[in-house]
């Protein structure tokens, strides 16, 4: 009896909420949103797909692997080099490797998750904040393919453009994991740690390719392996094209769909225009199938 009559009020209920909505919808009247309301997020896709896949776990031990089977390729080969920046007589260099750290080494995705339940937009401040938790763990293979190459006598660099009061907590992060840390050598080379090493990578492996013979380069952003990555998404595609001899043997690159140049370029990298802006700009790359 009780359980008919709960069963007659929710219907009841439903009845009735069902019955204002039509009224509400035949009256055009658009309801308010739940004050539950799902964050909506450009992000959360990618961020999704980062942090939980399996498919991207897949992707960066592909890259990896491929990295290690190249880093055998290059150590026989005295001729080769990675670095367009490497000149002279360089065959006889001790070897090195060059790695970005963030989406590279380091996988950030949980300050991606943060920004996409609290439609935050990346700060310098908050990200500081984040990079001194030191809790980033390693993009898969990355351990592995670094520890691997130092114990074949390959200097690895770390190349990134996290700024120089970030070291400390970068250094920690890394060292905790066991990455290979260079000993006596400075490996880890930071934007703005000399004046003239911008936000562009190229005077920094410039920097590495005098005393050392690149073997590869590993990055997830385009900044990662060539200086004119800001151009249109075409300019970018030329030059893509123009080192297609590289990618896969020395140039090796770990999927981001979080952030990245590739994500700037559709709105010419004009960071002050408003989200909805570079949204539309966004959409309006985007290629189409014009509908059924
Ligand atoms: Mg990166």
Not at 150 to 163: A, H, I, M, T
Request: charged share 25%; hydrophobic share 35%; net charge positive.
């Amino acid at each position: 009896m009780q359980s008919t009559f709960k069963s007659s009020a929710k219907s009841l209920k439903t009845g009735l909420v069902s019955a204002a909505a039509m009224c509400a919808l035949m009256a055009g009247i658009q309801t308010a949103p739940a004050a539950d309301a799902v964050p909506q997020n450009d992000n959360l896709n990618a961020t999704l797909w980062t942090q939980t896949s399996v498919e991207f776990k897949a992707t960066a031990l592909t890259a990896y692997s491929l990295a290690t089977i190249m880093l055998d390729r290059a150590l026989a080969d005295k001729n080769w080099t990675a670095a367009t920046e490497q000149t002279g007589n360089y065959q006889n260099l001790p070897p090195a490797v060059i790695l970005d750290v963030d989406e590279t080494v380091l996988d950030n995705s949980g300050y991606q998750g943060w920004m996409v339940k609290n439609d935050k937009s990346f700060h310098p401040k908050t990200w500081a904040k984040f990079v001194n938790t030191i809790s980033s763990k390693p993009i898969p293979g990355s351990l592995e393919f670094t520890k691997y190459a130092d114990s074949k006598g390959v200097k690895v660099f770390y190349v990134s453009n996290r700024n120089t009061k970030l070291e400390e907590a970068t250094r920690k992060n890394l060292e905790a994991y066991g990455y290979p840390m260079g000993g006596n050598v400075d490996t880890v080379l930071l934007k703005r740690e000399r004046k003239e090493w911008g936000s562009k990578k190229g005077n920094r492996r410039e920097h590495v390719a005098k005393d050392y013979r690149i073997l590869l380069l590993l990055g997830d952003n385009f900044g990662d392996f060539v200086d004119n990555y800001k151009g249109t998404l075409t300019e970018r595609n030329n030059t893509l094209v123009s080192h297609a001899d590289k990618w896969g043997k020395s140039w090796i690159a770990v999927a981001n769909p979080t952030y990245g140049s590739w994500e700037s370029a559709p709105y010419g990298f004009n960071y002050k225009l408003s989200g909805d802006e570079k949204r539309k700009m966004k959409l309006d790359s985007v290629d189409a199938w014009s509908g059924e």
